[in-house]
């Protein structure tokens, strides 16, 4: 992600996202842009129009009370979504489970790096068992 991207999801949003997460955006791991790893475009999201529109959502949904500090950087494709506290510098990234309309503390982890490191070993597992994604149950 650029720079440019960055200030664009914060100006659009009107926040400050806090250094930790530009660091991880900026230097995007480059095992989540591998042919067959779809993650950054769902679950751990490089695009900024995509990660505005999905917290601009949350925010518009009278249904959802959505705190301020919670930002989302991904979703499950399910209805879910992955977020940050950006008011904490060591946020770990929250699982927003539609289920329950609320955050699940069974699916938390502990940090941005732990999480894409989660999902790098998920479409690993994926590609060793030669399946597309939607056919993983």
Excluded at 54 to 80: A, M
Excluded at 119 to 127: F, S
Aim: glycine letters at 4%; proline letters at 4%; hydrophobic letters at 40%.
């Amino acid at each position: 992600m650029t720079k440019a991207d960055f200030a664009l999801i914060q100006s659009e949003l009107d926040l400050e996202l806090p250094d930790f997460y530009w660091e991880f955006v900026h230097d995007y791991p480059k095992a989540l842009h591998a042919p067959g790893c779809h993650a950054w475009q769902v679950e751990l999201l490089d695009l900024a129009h995509r990660i505005i529109t999905l917290n601009q959502q949350i925010r518009s949904f009278q249904t959802i009370d959505w705190e301020e500090e919670y930002f989302i950087i991904g979703e499950s494709g399910c209805g879910d979504y992955y977020a940050i506290d950006i008011d904490d510098n060591e946020s770990p990234v929250y699982f927003w489970n539609h289920d329950i309309g609320d955050f699940d503390d069974r699916e938390e982890i502990d940090s941005l790096d732990h999480f894409a490191e989660h999902i790098i070993q998920m479409y690993e597992y994926l590609r060793q068992m030669k399946r597309p994604w939607w056919k993983f149950w």
